[in-house]
DNA sequence: AAGTCATGTGACTAAAAAGTCATATTTTTT
DNA sequence: AAAAAATATGACTTTTTAGTCACATGACTT
């Protein structure tokens, strides 16, 4: 956690630090960011960010918090309207929101999407704790609601499914992320709507032809 | 490449350097990885890695191939039988075979998958040059014959799936390393052929229940 | 006005990195 | 055996990093 020094300072410094800190986190790894250029980016001096951060893990995992709790707001729509939809309505939904939320957040998904696919398990643990990133938890809880209500196969793998599924989350941010290279904003939601329908119809229905005996035997 | 110079030392020794870079860009990304614990680590002098490679890239560079070279020689009978088999057989061989390459090259599957989920987008066009990894492009071609064959529903888009085809097989990379951390290597099969089989099931049928009208509009 | 406490500062330290180079040793050629 | 070419060496340079610390400045209290 930050030091009360900087939370006690003016909201317009708080920010400037804030956005040199996301641009530098957003534009490098953990341990290629370098505290110097924020604190250059944002003009104070090199002691001063030791007044409001412990270090530079401090200042890291706060700006993850704010990129989680930013992200929750993107989610929290369709979580609270879950219960009276049917599963693909809910799958759907979260992959859009989440498309929303990078669009509008680029960098601070640049972050996220940096220390999840990142190698370094100390930092992981550091940032994460032990409450590990279980999004797919909470898509199990999704998947076996969607059986009980008869929507599922009963027959499938719920925790390798929902494995594939947060995966697929991951494709679908990834390929929005790499489109959008050097933060092109273009307005165009149609291709990634669309991609989305796609997904969810190929997860629904699988590639395999319909309606022929494929005899497996 | 790295020079004659390396190229003409006694095999004891080139394998030496070898164990000991492999090691280190195993346990470290490209940038942490030092040239400084590598040649301590093998046991020559600074001036002579220089003798042998250009720089740091030369080195990690040459590694990568190695992984590449390796990782074929485990798809090469599948892709070679490829012609008298249906997709999902072929499918389910490269899955199959990604996971045996796992298994026995763990340190060489992880600088592979370290390189591939790096952000370090310089670092990958100096390794892949122009030639990017189109293991996907090689997907397609396979969903497109599949699809000829009446196999494979022709109302799918070929280039997603292909995509998601590609992400699938490094979320089972993925949970092998995760599972088998610090290379503790069991010699337990089963789950994972398991693993391989329900996501093939998946990915062929879907997880929408079926038999009943779920009408969708 | 004096004193106290919070905040601001940038030169500095220590550690680590990649890469260099003058010199030494070994191997090959004549 | 002598000369030449190839290879080996590790101290050194330069750069960059996170973090520290003695001191300066400002604000609030008595």
Same mark, same amino acid.
């Given at each position: 956690m930050p030091k009360n020094t900087f939370f006690n =300072?003016? !909201?317009r410094k708080k920010t400037r630090i804030l956005n040199a800190a996301i641009d530098e986190f957003s534009k490098n790894s953990y341990e290629k960011a370098s505290i110097t250029r924020i604190v250059n980016t944002a003009n104070i001096a090199k002691g001063s960010f030791y007044q409001y951060f412990e270090n530079k893990l401090d =200042? @890291?995992?706060?700006?993850? $918090?704010i990129s989680a709790? %930013?992200? +929750?707001?993107? +989610?929290?729509?369709?979580?609270?309207? $879950? %219960?009276? !939809?049917?599963?693909?309505?809910? =799958?759907?939904? +979260?992959?859009?929101? #989440?498309i929303e939320f990078v669009k509008e957040n680029y960098k601070l998904s640049q972050i996220a999407d940096r220390l999840i696919k990142s190698n370094n398990e100390n930092l992981k643990n550091k940032i994460f704790g032990e409450t590990k990133p279980k999004s797919n938890h909470f898509l199990k809880e999704l998947l076996l609601r969607g059986i009980k209500r008869g929507e599922i196969d009963p027959s499938i793998d719920v925790e390798l499914v929902?494995? $594939? +599924?947060?995966? =697929?989350? @991951?494709?679908?941010?990834e390929y929005y992320l790499k489109t959008n290279e050097k933060g092109i904003v273009t307005d165009d939601y149609s291709d990634l709507m669309e991609m989305? !329908?796609? $997904?969810?119809?190929?997860? !629904?229905? #699988?590639?395999k032809i319909k309606g022929e005996d494929n005899n497996d035997y």
């Open positions: =300072l003016p !909201e =200042l @890291f995992r706060h700006i993850f $918090m709790d %930013e992200k +929750l707001k993107y +989610l929290k729509p369709t979580l609270d309207k $879950m %219960e009276s !939809e049917d599963f693909f309505t809910t =799958l759907r939904n +979260l992959y859009v929101a #989440g929902s494995v $594939m +599924l947060t995966n =697929l989350s @991951f494709t679908i941010t989305v !329908e796609k $997904m969810i119809y190929t997860i !629904e229905n #699988g590639i």
